[in-house]
């Protein structure tokens, strides 16, 4: 299919943590169908790798460092994303950091102010600058990432449950005020996902963290957890993308202030 009959042609997605597994897989489907990029990350180096990769395909990527936490670098980007790629149509929001695990009377609080920081914070800047960006278009589409952990409260994750309790109810918020603007939000949640470091360092950590759910020994505590979801299995970075791009897309136009659990089961 030529690129001007791919579904989002002449559509620009600026993605955040757009180096990480999840931000990169979605960038490549976004792209596959047609879709122009911003990729947003603080890891330089590694944006410059994305880019690379992402060569094959005949969309404009341009990449951008920035620190979500600060709200002037984000207003700075957003604004140059627009006057270089002229507009911001999709906006996955998708930057975060997973935080220490130990229990909640344990938890380091330079981490748990570290956690809010990136993930509620850093979120609110970028929705915020973007969503006035695509008030004066009137349309946009944005989903958030939150987490299966800010529905079900895993133990041991007091920073990063919070944090994504929090992303769900900013989506909520975000979606009531922007709908009069032609603007759907909605998140999505991940539940476990693998293979790969992020799964490796969740059971490591929850196997250290000690507690009465989890075993203390790491093998033990993989297979307690995927026990735990009903397909018996974890999910798969390449599971998200597609649900991304369906909340992006015409046909979820019906929705906004949704959450979608993405797992082997909830």
């Not at 976004?30 to 122009?36: R, Y």
């Not at 993308?241 to 659990?261: H, I």
Request: charged share 15%; aromatic share 8%.
């Amino acid at each position: 299919m030529s690129a001007e009959h791919l579904p989002f042609s002449g559509k620009v997605a600026l993605i955040t943590g757009a180096a990480g597994n999840i931000g990169l897989a979605t960038a490549e489907h976004l792209a596959a169908m047609g879709a122009d990029l911003a990729l947003l990350d603080l890891d330089h180096e590694k944006l410059e790798q994305a880019r690379t990769g992402l060569g094959g395909h005949d969309v404009r990527i341009n990449i951008y460092t920035c620190d979500v936490m600060d709200g002037g670098q984000v207003s700075q980007t957003v604004d140059t994303v627009v006057r270089e790629l002229g507009q911001i149509d999709f906006l996955f929001n998708n930057a975060g950091y997973q935080g220490a695990f130990a229990p909640v009377q344990d938890y380091p609080d330079d981490d748990f102010a570290r956690v809010m920081n990136i993930n509620v914070c850093g979120a609110f800047h970028v929705l915020r600058y973007v969503a006035q960006h695509m008030i004066t278009r009137k349309f946009g589409r944005i989903v958030n990432t939150a987490s299966m952990a800010g529905v079900q409260g895993p133990p041991n994750m007091a920073g990063y449950a919070a944090s994504k309790f929090a992303i769900v109810g900013l989506t909520e918020v975000a979606a009531k005020d922007l709908a009069p603007h032609n603007i759907r939000v909605n998140a999505i949640s991940p539940a476990f996902m693998g293979p790969g470091f992020m799964w490796d360092r969740q059971v490591e950590l929850q196997a250290r963290a000690g507690s009465q759910y989890y075993s203390t020994d790491p093998k033990e505590v993989a297979q307690q957890m995927i026990s735990s979801v009903p397909m018996r299995r974890y999910g798969n970075i390449d599971e998200i993308p597609g649900v991304v791009a369906f909340l992006l897309g015409e046909d979820s136009s019906y929705m906004t202030g949704v959450n979608l659990p993405i797992s082997g089961g909830i």
